[in-house]
């Protein structure tokens, strides 16, 4: 998260209207890299936290499992916890995409894989915080967990997501022209499986948020 704060001139060249193939070799500057290489950008590190509370969340040790026990009670009675919630205080889904939101904030019965986060603290400081993750009981019951799509999608897998048959997220029918006719007349055909790496941002900063409650709202 990063906030400009201080006004940024025009510049005709950044935001010029970009036509196909006329960006490419062209060298057009981000309308804010100024701002953040020099330190005039503002960041959540930047920002005022005195009197807020850490928040900490405890994640799955294991890719696969039934939340069998989750005892949060000894970490609510630490002194210094404003509040601690799991899944069960959680009632609106989420997602990327319209199409599958089926997401909870915490996990509600189920992890799915390691790191999922199940419980979540606010305290007064982060050394409380971290007793209070280190006080919640926590029993899991291993399921199967599959590293491959093809281990995935075998009959007698194990289903991820109760709703989702087979572990397919969804299926998608398109069709342009006959692809059994392409391959009749194609002068080469090769079958081949590709593996690349996930794509990630770059960011100058890790996500971070800071809340301010206002009451009279």
Not at 64 to 77: P, V
Not at 148 to 160: F, G, Q, R, S
């Amino acid at each position: 998260m990063n906030k400009v704060v201080s006004e940024i001139k025009p510049n005709k060249q950044a935001n010029k209207i970009v036509k196909p193939n006329q960006a490419v070799g062209d060298r057009l500057p981000l309308v804010d890299g100024i701002e953040k290489v020099s330190g005039k950008a503002e960041y959540s590190a930047d920002l005022d936290s005195r009197g807020a509370l850490v928040g900490l969340i405890l994640r799955s040790p294991c890719a696969h499992g039934e939340i069998t026990r989750l005892d949060l009670s000894a970490a609510r009675a630490l002194p210094g916890v404003a509040a601690v919630i799991s899944g069960d205080d959680c009632c609106a889904p989420f997602g990327i995409l319209p199409i599958s939101e089926n997401e909870f904030p915490l996990v509600k019965g189920k992890v799915r894989y390691r790191g999922d986060a199940v419980a979540a603290v606010a305290a007064v400081d982060i050394q409380t915080a971290k007793q209070a993750l280190a006080l919640i009981e926590l029993e899991i019951k291993e399921l199967p967990a599959y590293f491959t799509a093809e281990e995935a999608l075998k009959p007698d897998a194990v289903l991820i997501h109760e709703d989702r048959k087979g572990n397919l997220e969804r299926t998608i029918f398109d069709e342009f022209g006959s692809a059994e006719q392409g391959f009749q007349q194609a002068d080469l055909v090769q079958e081949e499986s590709f593996h690349c790496n996930e794509v990630t941002h770059a960011h100058m900063e890790p996500h971070a948020a800071l809340a301010d409650y206002d009451v009279e709202r």
